[in-house]
């Protein structure tokens, strides 16, 4: 089978098609000439453009709706892309383009694969099927306009650039392509920023309030009523009229009641005295304070030692005395 009809040989790949129905396929390019290009075929054994009519406006239709759900399919965005038919086909049955305006691939190689998709070779969907409905058939060009048409000088599709060969073209689309990519970033994250902003929106009579009634708002009772009914660390719930005379203390989960006017005061440290009373007078359950050691602390405790050396030295000779 000659390469002309290899589109027909392709259809039957199930495992090659992007979509299909009873009207029609979508299957990719072989050699893509940017980023997405599908092809749709109708099932009907059309072979060209030259042969379609008014009657054929409703597949048509039908084929424009699997480039839609192909696009889908894919997830891009269906603006991006350009749909038509060539004006001068090289290959046997109907097939409807769909290929995104980008055109950065490296099968895009000669300038008639460029002025072939961006010039009026490339007949839009809605344009043929306006012209279907008026003149009832697609009339062949001539080929010496064909040939004017590939050989048109180089113009970039998004703007007025005209590059003096195929390769600045190409370095050309692909700046536009990378900037328009980070914009698209760009817009998904301010959509996921926004999505995430509409989901915590607070209640609308705390949206009411003025800034003063926000600064006097508690906060805690608010998020203990978002949050759910609190516990506390024996696992009963406290209504919030019940909350009320309820202090929060460092170091313990949940609320403790304040305690009683005539109860003793309550000490965080370690005592050092258990239940008895602390020599030097001190109270039961009172911490005794700690003097540092210094230098003169020192001295008076060595006089008092030679003091106290002093007067055992003595006491012998002082009962001596006595006995004699």
Not at 77 to 85: A, K, L, M, P, S
Not at 169 to 183: P, V
Request: glycine residues 4%; charged residues 20%; positive net charge.
């Amino acid at each position: 089978m000659s390469w002309k009809y290899g589109l027909i040989r392709d259809m039957s790949r199930t495992d090659y098609l992007i979509t299909s129905s009873e009207f029609g396929v979508v299957m990719p390019d072989k050699f893509p000439k940017a980023k997405h290009h599908y092809l749709v075929l109708p099932r009907e054994d059309i072979p060209s453009i030259f042969h379609l009519n008014r009657t054929h406006l409703p597949l048509l239709r039908e084929l424009y709706n699997l480039a839609q759900n192909a696009v889908k399919i894919r997830g891009v965005t269906w603006e991006d892309f350009q749909v038509g038919f060539h004006a001068e086909p090289s290959l046997q049955r109907l097939h409807l383009h769909v290929i995104s305006k980008d055109f950065v691939s490296p099968c895009m190689k000669t300038k008639k694969h460029w002025n072939a998709h961006n010039t009026e070779l490339f007949v839009p969907y809605e344009k043929l099927c306006v012209h279907l409905e008026r003149e009832n058939c697609f009339s062949r060009l001539p080929k010496s306009l064909v040939n004017e048409m590939l050989s048109q000088p180089l113009i970039c599709n998004q703007c007025k650039f005209a590059p003096e060969s195929l390769l600045d073209l190409k370095a050309h689309l692909f700046y536009h392509w990378h900037s328009r990519k980070k914009e698209h970033e760009q817009k998904h994250i301010i959509d996921g920023i926004s999505k995430m902003s509409f989901r915590n929106t607070p209640p609308k009579h705390i949206q009411a309030m003025t800034p003063p009634q926000l600064n006097q708002l508690n906060h805690r009772p608010l998020l203990l009523m978002y949050h759910g009914p609190r516990t506390f660390g024996d696992g009963h719930y406290f209504s919030p009229s019940q909350r009320k005379g309820y202090t929060r203390t460092p170091g313990n989960k949940g609320f403790r009641p304040p305690p009683p006017i005539n109860a003793p005061p309550h000490y965080t440290k370690k005592t050092f005295a258990g239940e008895r009373t602390v020599q030097n007078g001190q109270e039961n359950g009172a911490i005794p304070r700690r003097i540092p050691k210094t230098d003169e602390n020192k001295n008076q405790q060595v006089t008092q030692e030679r003091i106290q050396q002093n007067l055992n030295s003595q006491q012998p000779n002082q009962d001596s005395n006595q006995q004699s």
